[in-house]
């Protein structure tokens, strides 16, 4: 095997890497107000209806795939933690949950089939597929200022 075959062969092992990469990236933001320093995700509140005080950040998109998630809550799990994360990450306090549902997210499939040959030829043949789900989850990051909230202002007796 010459050195070119080598490269050839090392090459489609790390451009299916890329790809796994890039497809791992399950969360998106759209910034729709002013963002603020980042803020640990595990001060981010889950709201299903706005507080009466709160400012826009941005509008959130995320999956479950690429987690290890087996049960459908673990994977609701997932999902609402990465919308915290990517919440934080732009220094919202807050998110309003929009939706988390099922969505496909590919098949596999699997074949096999089996020939003899002798006086006369026998074929037989079998296959079976499966569609992957995952969740998907879109929600809007928010910040809610202190007063707003219930919490004291900082500084404050």
Do not use: W
């Not at 070119?4 to 090392?10: F, I, K, M, P």
């Not at 809007?140 to 004291?152: N, Q, S």
């Amino acid at each position: 095997m010459s050195l070119r075959g080598t490269n050839r062969a090392l090459s489609i092992p790390a451009g299916l890497l890329i790809v796994v990469t890039l497809a791992a990236c399950t969360t998106s933001h759209v910034i729709v107000g002013r963002a603020r320093a980042p803020i640990p995700a595990e001060q981010v509140k889950i709201y299903l209806h706005p507080p009466t005080q709160y400012e826009e950040v941005a509008l959130l998109e995320s999956s479950s795939r690429g987690s290890f998630a087996v049960s459908s809550q673990a994977r609701t799990d997932k999902v609402v933690d990465r919308l915290k994360k990517e919440a934080a990450s732009l220094g919202a306090n807050g998110i309003v949950l929009q939706e988390v549902a099922d969505q496909g997210s590919g098949s596999i499939g699997s074949g096999f089939a089996s020939t003899t040959q002798g006086s006369t030829a026998h074929t037989v043949g079998t296959g079976v597929s499966a569609t992957l789900f995952s969740k998907g989850g879109s929600a809007i990051a928010i910040y809610v200022p202190a007063e707003a909230d219930g919490r004291p202002l900082a500084g404050a007796p």
